[in-house]
């Protein structure tokens, strides 16, 4: 499948949201990991859009905070590897400005500071479980 692929100006819009939940999806499912709950991936966000009058940069930070795939989740402990993965995998089928695999994005931030040795060390023992191999890519695009 063939994923549209969007520049930073576009990801507040709709039509981003559903090529990445489409493409997150996606990638669940060939990884062999898909779950129910992934139907509702990112799904606050274009609702956040709506009430902060398309203020992405308002609603990244909200996202951010308050989902258990990202780094910046208020409850580090409580974040989860295996969707953070999954959602980092997908990310260069459906963003211009994001073209590396899960696996080269982990390694990227934590050459550049911005994992730490446990995060990365978690992060790769997720990939580990998904079963991401170093370079690959899970869907060619």
Not at 26 to 34: D, E, S, T
Not at 89 to 114: F, G, I, M, V
């Amino acid at each position: 499948m063939k994923f549209k692929k969007f520049d930073k100006s576009e990801r507040s819009k709709l039509n981003y949201w559903f090529w990445h939940w489409l493409a997150y999806n996606m990638v669940a499912i060939k990884l062999g990991h898909w779950r129910f709950r992934y139907l509702f991936h990112d799904i606050e966000k274009p609702w956040l859009r709506l009430l902060f009058n398309g203020d992405y940069r308002k609603v990244q930070e909200i996202h951010r905070r308050n989902s258990r795939h990202h780094l910046e989740y208020a409850d580090p402990i409580g974040r989860n590897w295996i969707d953070m993965a999954i959602d980092w995998e997908c990310s260069h089928l459906t963003k211009n400005a994001h073209q590396l695999t899960a696996l080269e994005e982990a390694e990227r931030k934590y050459r550049n500071d911005e994992m730490s040795l446990g995060e990365y060390m978690a992060f790769m023992d997720a990939c580990k479980k998904l079963g991401l191999e170093s370079k690959s890519e899970v869907c060619d695009g």
